[in-house]
């Protein structure tokens, strides 16, 4: 093998997914080329590379979030006449291309806002609470200017990680772009015994 | 030596009941086994389809939903067969659409520039209200380095590499979870490490000649 056969093979050499004779004949090249050698070296530190990137860790609500979501597809599916997003896909559509046309709705997040203008479109009530929420009102999905949100009151033991979908953060603007809410009931970040209202995009 | 996230969790299940087990108990009904599959892979899917679309939220929202088809679709898993590679398929499936659907939002979004994922990365800002001891920033800043060069290198080809590197699946799995042909597995992977290893390069350059800089600044 010359230096061109070796490195087109080494990627699945190092893989270990090449035939034996193929693979002692690029270790046999290893041996005698410093060059190819280093071309290897440097494909094995990418491996440790991606390997070393830190994981992250599911939502502690994840599992919640898919029970939540398992029993609204089941409820929509079971309920005559209510509220789907496929039957309402062809005016949402209309009303985002609408409200893309109109530069005031990317400042407009206050609750009190949205709820003055918001039709009530779904209820969901939650039979099963996360262990850190002691109680909680249903959730309604409002719709507004072609946009839904859902807001709820709580109260909760601990204080939850995950602020991302609050209106306060500027990246709602970006966020809530695509209308994704109907199927995110996502707990936001609250102190220690203390109610609250959130509206959640 | 580090080692994929495969070999962890075959470690950890070595000695507990196995997927396909756990499957066949939920198509019969029982409900804790869904529950014990959430347990066991919830975080590797997060992981795995972060790095396919790049934002925690996103991934998370996935994930879940990938575990709802499992939930819905039981009844098409095969008894007998693996059960992670179907998962990571419908995972790899929903994430590309997911992919798909925000290049499609993207002709028509006026605001938002979006994140290309072949052109462009959105880093994670390290959380100001938790800064990390002195001596892990070098361990972020390379990790951050290669979470940057992976999301820099287009989708074909950083899947098979995610799939091969972070999780540990051989040509055959990923061939199946992807539904692409073997060879071509052995192809996007040898092309991907190429254009890891020139992103990476680049970065480390560009890092380099703003040092000094910096440092007058």
């Known amino acids: 093998m010359n230096c061109n056969q070796v490195k087109e093979n080494l990627s699945t050499f190092l893989d270990d997914e090449l035939d034996p004779s193929q693979s002692a004949a690029i270790k046999a090249h290893l041996i005698r080329c410093a060059d190819c050698r280093r071309e290897r070296d440097k494909l094995e530190l990418i491996g ?61 997040g206050s609750p009190a806002r949205i709820a003055a203008n918001a039709d009530i479109v779904q209820q969901t009530d939650f039979s099963e609470l996360p262990p850190i929420v002691e109680n909680m009102d249903e959730i309604v999905e409002y719709k507004f ?8 009151t709580m109260t909760s ?3 939850h990680n995950d602020t991302r979908r609050t209106g306060s953060n500027p990246s709602f603007q970006r966020t809530g772009n695509v209308n994704r809410a109907g199927t ?18 | 030596m580090t080692t994929t996230n495969r070999e962890d969790n075959e470690a950890r299940s070595n000695m507990v009941v196995s997927d396909d087990h756990l499957m066949c108990a939920f198509q019969k009904g029982d409900e804790s086994a869904f529950r014990r599959l959430l347990e066991r892979y919830q975080d590797r899917i997060v992981n795995y389809v972060l790095r396919i679309v790049n934002d925690y939220d996103t991934a998370s929202d996935i994930a879940q939903e990938v575990f ?36 499609r939002w993207r002709f028509f979004s006026l605001n938002d520039p979006g994140d290309d994922d072949e052109r462009s990365y959105k880093l994670e800002l390290p959380d100001e209200s938790t800064p990390s001891p002195e001596d892990t920033v070098e361990k ?30 051989d ?29 990476l390069f680049r970065m480390e350059a560009a890092a380099k000649a703003a040092g000094p800089l910096a440092e007058v600044e």
């Open chain 2, 140 to 169: 972020r800043e390379t990790s951050e380095q290669i979470e940057a060069a992976l999301s820099k290198i287009p989708l074909k080809y950083r899947t098979p590499l995610v799939l091969r590197e972070i999780e540990g699946y």
């Open chain 2, 171 to 199: 040509y055959e799995e990923i061939s199946q979870i992807l539904d692409i042909p073997r060879g071509t597995v052995k192809s996007r992977l040898n092309r991907g490490r190429s254009l890891l290893k020139t992103a």
């Open chain 1, 145 to 152: 200017d072609g946009y839904s949100c859902l807001r709820t």
């Open chain 1, 48 to 108: 440790t590379r991606l390997r070393s990137i830190p994981p992250v860790t599911a939502p502690r609500d994840f599992e919640f979030q898919i029970y939540s979501r398992i029993r609204d597809k089941s409820d929509t599916r079971t309920a005559p006449g209510k509220f789907t997003w496929t039957k309402a896909l062809v005016p949402m559509a209309a009303m985002i291309v609408g409200l893309l046309m109109s530069p005031s709705l990317f400042n407009n």
């Open chain 2, 68 to 103: 709802i088809r499992v939930y819905t679709n039981a009844g098409r898993y095969l008894p007998g067969s693996r059960f992670a590679p179907w998962l990571y398929r419908i995972a790899s499936n929903l994430a590309i659409n997911e992919l798909r659907r925000r290049k």
């Open chain 1, 184 to 201: 995110h009931y996502v707990m936001d970040a609250v102190p220690v015994r203390t109610s609250y209202e959130k509206i959640i995009y």
């Open chain 1, 157 to 159: 033991t601990q204080p």
